[in-house]
């Protein structure tokens, strides 16, 4: 069911390909490109257009917004044993996001010199919570929490309607809970390009996070620069390495557990062990056997199932730094003295008893996480995301003189006489 890479001959690290959409399939971004300017150009009447077209659900402008009493009658609608659920995973976030909290700082290298950074919160942010094969309230308090402990004043959560124009009872749940009462019901590009540009019923907001689908990523790239966004957030991917230790139907049961995400995901186990190959695809027949979505999820296993043959451990954690999956399992004897050798990875799961699951709802972590090799250069989302640093500095009479030639000749090497001007301005009698 994996399909095997045999890499013990290479010396470098081995290259796990990516599903990609099959050949003459619509690029996601021409669509995006054209949903983006129309909501950019005709506000809410391109929003309404394309959400009766898209997601089948006919809205009219003053429908578009949720009511605050729905978002709290939505506490009430969901079962108690997820009310806890969501609360939990709320507290335990918030306490790593209040360590991640930067803050101000100044310096003074002379009594007449000051040097420092301001943090200073967004005004305005937007939360994408994706719909459509099932409804994710987790997103809700993995984005909105990290912004509360920014500081950030304004939040506005956008999701895709139902046909019949309502909106997932669990995510306006987790709303309640996370203290978000300005909910949209508009999904897709247009949403994105409604928190981006604005319309009548939207406001604009200055940055825009949380996962979606390839036209939600593609639309986010397209109104980046205007607005602030989060990293790429694509199609899921789990790369687990593993020695004989490793229990083959865990294993079997972790690659299910992403492969149920939908296509073009990656699901890689990477071993030295030849034999642990052959009894996780033994262990995988049985769990996908046993899937409500037995189809989806073998496709997505046949589409993206790889399993990685190296040579040791470290030719196992090269070739995953070189990957830079979105998650990382270490399952292996000694995985936790390992972790200095990753590099590349959005999150790291250590042990047996630390499956992906615990770490997209309650572990502590944050499941937005960079995807598609981005965690080569991007984190996952946290405080960090929903902050600016702003720089300042002073400088007396004295600094400004003990300064001044150094400019000059900086200034004068990149031909630029009016800097070195406005330094000895300050200093001629």
């Known amino acids: 069911m994996l399909e095997l890479i ?60 949720v009511e605050a009493a729905e978002i709290d009658k939505a506490r009430s609608l969901v079962r108690s044993e997820l009310i806890d659920a969501l609360e939990v995973a709320a507290e335990r976030l918030r306490r790593t996001c209040e360590r991640q909290k930067p803050e101000s700082w100044t310096d003074r290298p002379t009594e007449d010199e000051m040097v420092g950074e301001l943090i200073r919160p ?12 099932a409804a994710y309230p987790s997103t809700v308090i993995m984005a909105a929490v990290p912004a509360q402990v920014a500081g950030v004043g304004s939040v506005a959560v956008t999701t895709p309607p139902t046909p019949s124009g309502g909106t997932s009872e669990a995510v306006l749940a987790a709303c309640s809970i996370a203290g978000i009462d300005e ?44 607005v602030g966004i989060d990293t790429d957030a694509g199609p899921t991917e789990i790369a687990i390495v593993a020695d004989s230790s490793a229990a083959p139907e ?24 030849e034999g642990l190959i052959a009894r996780v695809n033994q262990a995988l ?44 399992q270490l399952v292996f004897d000694g ?46 989302l946290g405080v960090n995301d929903f902050c600016k640093r702003i720089y300042v500095s002073s400088f007396g009479a004295s600094a400004l003189e003990r300064l001044a030639p150094h400019v000059e000749a900086m200034a004068e090497a990149e031909g630029l006489q009016g800097h070195a001007r406005a330094v000895s301005a300050r200093l001629t009698p």
């Open 6 to 65: 045999d890499g013990r001959p290479q010396e470098t690290p081995v290259h796990i390909p990516r599903p990609r959409p099959p050949v003459g399939s619509v690029d996601p971004s021409v669509s995006a490109r054209a949903i983006v300017e129309d909501v950019r150009l005709r506000g809410d009447a391109a929003v309404l257009e394309h959400t009766a077209k898209l997601d089948g659900a006919s809205l009219t402008a003053d429908r578009v917004r």
């Open 122 to 133: 967004l005004r305005r942010v937007g939360i994408y919570v994706p719909g459509g094969r």
């Open 183 to 226: 909910v949209y019901r508009v999904g897709g590009a247009q949403a994105i390009a409604a928190l981006a540009y604005g319309t009548t019923t939207i406001r604009p907001v200055e940055k825009i996070v949380g996962p979606g689908n390839v036209y939600v990523t593609a639309a986010k790239r397209l109104v980046a620069g205007w």
């Open 250 to 273: 865990v294993v079997a049961a972790d690659l299910v557990a992403q492969a149920e995400h939908g296509p073009l995901g990656t699901h890689v186990l990477i071993t030295w062990d």
């Open 285 to 328: 027949e049985l769990e996908v056997a046993r899937h409500e979505r037995y189809d989806e999820v073998d496709n997505a296993l046949v589409e993206g199932g790889r399993a990685v043959l190296v040579r040791d451990l470290d030719h196992a954690l090269d070739s995953a730094n070189a990957f830079a999956p979105e998650h990382l």
């Open 335 to 380: 995985a936790q003295n390992a972790l200095d050798r990753v590099v590349n990875a959005g999150s790291v799961f250590v042990g047996p008893y630390s499956p992906v699951p615990v770490g997209d709802y309650v572990g502590g972590t944050n499941h937005i996480l960079p995807s598609g090799g981005s965690a080569r250069h991007s984190s996952g």
